[in-house]
């Protein structure tokens, strides 16, 4: 399996080089880029240029006229057949908004450049007790704030290591915040913190993605060897697109030197409800506010039941599903998960008023999916991915979530993340995303000290393992969600719970693991008020057809659980090789 089989790369029926400064683009960064850069992608599409040139240099995008243009910095739409090389060019952004945004575009490639932001996206804070405001957070004097200045999180951040606090008190989007003295925030969100909290307060997290792809007939994209600095979001958001999207050699990373405290302020590389064909490989991710890579699909809501045949369907958030004549979906009952049948679709129609769709599937529904069940559009859930030699590390929340089917995870190394190394999940509790994992072949990877917050390991957490293979109901969901799952070959260090956790599955292989220093804190109550209480280093529950064989556990320190628990209540016909 390679990119060449999924990611189809530009074939221009002629060779016209274009270059930004014969546009008038800047490469000292003594004046604004942008209008250069805008009519150098506007000949592109015009002329159907075969490459765009960015020299080397310093390139700044200033001007006020940005918040002026539509959707984005640049939107890229209906680009065909075009390399755009950056040769190293560092491009340097001012103004909150998307940077690249490409719909309707096919065999485009951005490669040799990097991107970063002018303005601090995080400040350092210290939590303080004020007589009149009581607890309150004290930004660092080198990081000015004003009253405009938003506050969208706050996060403990341990500034001795220069890195995210693994078990980390946190609140988003805090109420009435205000400035009550020169570089003092002040909100009754505050008392979660305590005197002398050191944290990092993130003054945007998803209001900008560096480079967002989105739409039908959005596809064959690749990024090759960009570098991201500080993004005050996502520094890939793929969405509702098409089929083959390649990551080459990319870094998240902090900019030598730089005051900038985080880089990307929400995810490293994220995927939704695409037709697939994914490959990310040979990047090195770090310092993020979210998880490294986010693949996966929306899950539907049914609101109303017209017929035997006919759904109203929306989604938590709002957004138009891409339905298509064709597409099959997969009906789930909402109390366990269990999937009742899979259609196809006859006819949809978008409400954009109501935010509804209107589906009609080819044959009749099963009496038992009501008002409130799931639907999942099975065409569209980002399958066939593969994700490889990767280095995911010193970033809050996840490694990796995975959430779709027909997939390999192998050769990566993720060390030090907040949360779990390798969350293999669907989620009707809050995201409402992912369909569950078929196929997939977790091998070969490295985990080391993961999912120390204690946020998904307490009583009801429902990711406690370094590795959860599980389905999120806001508790573990007691259908089947994944299929034909391999977690092999993997060395998993130094994580203070469970090393892995199976949960509503069917036919899965544990083999060839390594488990060094797992369960080194007490489980306390961990699962209890799910149903789940955890034991041993590798748990199997509500799950069926599960062999275990081969793994080996090794201890440096004291561990509080051992060994394979299996749950003998719900799990059936567990082998042990």
Known sequence: MSADDWIALPKPEKELILNVRDFGADATGARCSWKAFSDAFAACKAKQASQLDIPAGKYVFTSPEILDAKGAQFLLDSLHDLTVDGHGAELIFHHIRPVFVLTKCQRVVLRNFSIDWDLPLASPGTVESDPEFGTVIRIAGDFPITAATPVTSVTEFNFEKNAWKNDAVEIYNPADVKVVHPQVYASSAFKAFKPGMTTVVRHWVYHATAIMAYGAGTGNLTYENLTFYAVPGMAFN?????????????????????????????????????????????????????????????????????????????????????????????????????????????????????????????????????????????????????????????????????????????????????????????????????????????????????????????????????????????????????????IENNTIEDTPGLAILVSSSDTVAIRGNTIIDANTQPFEKTGEAIDAKADGAIMITRSSNVTIGKNTEKATRKRFAEGVYIDARNTRNVVRE
């Open 238 to 486: 793929t969405n509702g697109a098409d089929r083959g999207f390649h990551l080459k050699g990319c870094r998240i990373m902090r900019r030598p030197g730089s005051k900038q405290l985080i880089t990307t302020t929400a995810d490293g590389a994220w995927f939704g409800s695409t037709l697939g064909g994914i490959v990310v490989e040979d990047c090195d991710f770090t310092l993020m506010g979210d998880d490294s890579v986010n693949i996966h699909a929306r899950w539907l809501t049914i609101k109303e039941r017209s017929g035997a045949r006919k759904v109203l369907v929306d989604s938590k958030w709002g957004e138009r599903p891409e339905i298509s004549v064709g597409d099959e979906l997969k009906f789930c009952r909402a109390k366990d998960l269990d999937e009742r049948c899979r259609l196809k679709v006859v006819a949809a129609e978008w409400d954009a008023v109501a935010k509804v769709s209107r589906v009609t599937v080819d044959a009749d529904l099963p009496a038992d999916i009501a008002v409130g069940d799931f639907v999942g559009d099975v065409s569209r859930s980002s399958p066939d991915f593969l994700i490889r030699n990767n280095h995911f590390h010193d970033h809050r929340a996840r490694g990796m979530l995975i959430q779709a089917r027909n997939g390999i995870v192998e050769n990566n190394r993720i060390e030090n993340t907040q949360a779990a190394a390798l969350q293999l999940t669907t989620d009707v509790n809050y995201w409402h995303e992912g369909y569950g994992c078929e196929n997939l072949i977790v091998r070969n990877n490295s985990l080391k000290g993961c999912n120390y917050a204690m946020w998904e390991r307490n009583a009801g957490g429902r990711h406690m393992a370094c590795i959860n293979l599980v389905a999120d109901t806001g508790r573990l969901a007691d259908g089947i969600a994944h299929r034909n799952v391999v």
